[in-house]
């Protein structure tokens, strides 16, 4: 079975960090087009980071996550990790890990991908 699992998300102070994980099991991240998206209440599922994994590729961040976060991958354990470091209350959300066969340019759109996680909430507090 394919299952995506999200893991790492907690309540945190602004300026902390927190380190989420999306392990995969059933599947290779192997070659795989590795997306994290959050979502606020009140907004649609924003793209964060993406990545290919085992490939020297670009690495996308939204332009508002540029800079503190960092998307990487252990592909001994077919993890894929989101380092997430001065979190600001507006990177508040539910975070999911998706994955894509494709290699299309549009890496934050929700529709490009195949399978997701059940999500992991971020909070984050003043």
């Known amino acids: 079975e394919v299952q995506l699992v999200e893991s790492g998300g907690g309540l945190v102070q602004a300026g902390g960090s927190l380190r989420l994980s999306c392990a995969a099991s059933?599947?290779?991240?192997?070659?795989?087009?590795v997306g994290w998206f959050r979502h606020a209440p009140g907004k649609g599922r924003e793209g964060v980071s993406y990545?290919?994994?085992?490939?020297?590729?670009?690495?996308y961040y939204a332009e508002s996550v540029k800079g503190r976060f960092t998307i990487s991958s252990d592909d001994a354990k077919n993890i894929v990790y989101l380092q997430m470091n001065n979190l600001k209350l507006e990177d508040s959300g539910i975070y999911y890990c998706?994955?894509?066969?494709?290699?299309?340019?549009?890496?934050?759109?929700?529709?490009?991908?195949?399978?997701w996680g059940q999500g992991t909430q971020v909070t984050v507090s003043s």
């Open positions: 990545f290919r994994v085992g490939e020297s590729g670009t690495i």
């Open positions: 059933g599947f290779t991240l192997d070659g795989l087009g």
């Open positions: 998706a994955t894509r066969f494709r290699s299309t340019a549009n890496w934050d759109w929700p529709d490009e991908y195949d399978d």
